[in-house]
């Protein structure tokens, strides 16, 4: 049974210079899909940046806690610099993945791929609920270049599926998961279709950062975010494009708990939050040594 679609949009833009970004989760319709709660695209123009462009190291650090902070290249470069000593550079294809836990002080530098020549960037950063029994962990950070990744080929040569989070037939991502969420990146080429089998009663959606896609018999623009309802299994896609496209979904189960955000803290309650701000101020986080 397909899945029927439960709402899609389209959020305006912000922009620094050639580099815009897509603030896609929340938005008016829902607070989260399944346990992710945040979702933004950092982007620039293939054809709009003016040489390199980077964003400077350890000057935008932030105080998080109670997610799991996921940031997927998929193409630039992000630099990460954390308070429990990691300083670790990813490039195109590569995934960053932070366990806030019970409170870590990070900063990821997004810029150009040195080793490219082109300047084009495409970067997604999603956060996503811990259960109450996780957010008192330590923090932990793992990362994964982009052959550590696991990928699957599609059918009758129509493209291929990576595997960032969660699992997909018989391939699993490294990360730990928490709420049976899940990452894809499907290519999908010119002319091509597959079928996606998704859980039932699981929520979901896919956004399209580079180009229109038929979903279920339906056409999307790019930059949209396309939720669908719990219920049924498959997603069809159809790239009606000359030329190959990217499309990301996700989702996981929906959170049984209740969700209480206030600027990088995601807790249960309104006093869990206090605690947290309080916490920081008493320099439980540590601090990014200098490099």
């Not at 084009?120 to 950070?141: C, D, M, T, V």
């Not at 129509?158 to 990452?183: D, M, R």
Request: charged content about 20%; glycine content about 8%.
């Amino acid at each position: 049974m397909k899945k029927k679609i439960r709402f899609s949009i389209q959020h305006p833009c912000t922009s620094a210079g050639d580099v815009k970004t897509h603030m896609l989760l929340p938005n008016k319709f829902v607070q989260a899909i399944g346990p992710f709660v945040f979702l933004q695209h950092i982007f620039s123009s293939k054809h709009s940046m003016n040489g390199s462009y980077k964003a400077p190291a350890g000057k935008n650090s932030h105080p998080y806690r109670g997610m799991v902070i996921l940031t997927y290249i998929i193409s630039g470069e992000v630099e990460h610099l954390d308070s429990i000593g990691n300083h670790i550079t990813l490039s195109s294809g590569g995934v960053h993945w932070t366990n806030t836990g019970k409170g870590i002080i990070q900063d990821e530098a997004v810029k150009s791929e040195l080793s490219s020549d082109s300047p084009e960037i495409s970067i997604l950063r999603f956060w996503i609920n811990l259960p109450s029994a996780h957010k008192s962990q330590n923090p932990g950070y793992l990362f994964f270049q982009s052959d550590e990744i696991p990928i699957q080929e599609l059918e009758d040569g129509a493209g291929w599926i990576k595997i960032l989070l969660g699992g997909y037939g018989v391939s699993n991502a490294q990360a730990p998961c928490y709420s049976k969420e899940f990452i894809y990146h499907i290519h999908l080429e010119a002319g091509k279709q597959c079928s996606i089998k998704t859980r039932e009663k699981i929520d979901c959606a896919v956004f399209l950062p580079s180009n229109k896609v038929v979903m279920n018999d339906i056409e999307f623009q790019a930059d949209k975010l396309i939720a669908f309802t719990s219920h049924g299994e498959i997603i069809e896609l159809y790239n009606s494009s000359e030329t190959a496209t990217d499309i990301i979904q996700f989702g996981g189960e929906r959170c049984s708990e209740p969700i209480v955000a206030e600027e990088t803290f995601v807790m249960n309650t309104p006093h869990e939050i206090t605690q947290a701000y309080n916490d920081f101020y008493d320099g439980k986080y540590g601090q990014i040594k200098d490099f």
